[in-house]
């Protein structure tokens, strides 16, 4: 926790709405704790409650007004589960400031793997396709402040490692996706940044 508040003074966030993908452990984690100790409300949210809920306490902690976190429990790799998502945010706090796409799974596979397909399909659907249609559903809101994408990629989007096969393509896809939207809503007066 110290090394957060570290960076306690470095920015402002008072008033923004953030939400973080995959945000009960890992990056995703060390992510929504930064912007609760900068002053954001966010959304915590992943697909197990019990993790949801401990972060969600941890940002509170962190939070200098001691917001208090949405938690929403949900698979991403389901419609219904996006669409509550963004809904129950823009529910809860009006608006959406900074969508931080950063859920996603990296199971090791190369091309000889009998079910190779099966887990092409699941990497594919967290990796990639839940973030166009997290995207696709926040643009209106994002619109109405000037917002913020940052899509969590990786190294490996770049450099080719071995059982990678999988993780590698979907966040290869997902630069260049940063790349195009950052092109098609930067006239929108939305920032899309690709983080490895």
């Known amino acids: 926790i110290n090394d957060y508040k570290a960076v306690g003074n470095s920015r402002n966030f008072t008033g923004k709405v953030v939400l973080v993908t995959g945000s009960s452990s890992g990056i995703g984690e060390g992510i929504v704790k930064l912007f609760s100790l900068l002053g954001a409300s966010v959304v915590v949210t992943a697909r197990k409650a019990p993790d949801v809920q401990r972060v969600a306490k941890e940002c509170e902690e962190l939070s200098p007004k001691k917001l208090k976190p949405l938690q929403v429990v949900g698979d991403l790799t389901k419609s219904a589960d996006i669409n509550n998502l963004i809904d129950t945010t823009i529910k809860t706090y009006g608006k ?52 913020t994408i940052i899509d969590i990629s990786s ?18 896809g997902l630069d260049m996706l940063s790349k195009i939207l950052a092109l098609e809503l930067g006239p929108k007066n939305i920032r899309v940044n690709s983080v490895k």
């Open 96 to 147: 959406l400031d900074v969508l931080v796409n950063n859920a996603g799974i990296y199971p090791e596979v190369n091309i000889t793997e009998p079910d190779i397909l099966r887990v092409w399909d699941q990497v594919m659907a967290l990796d990639l396709r839940a973030v166009v249609e997290l995207i696709h559903r926040a643009v209106p809101h994002l619109e109405k402040t000037n917002g």
């Open 155 to 172: 190294i490996s989007a770049l450099s080719p490692t071995k059982d990678a096969l999988v993780y590698g393509t979907a966040k290869a």
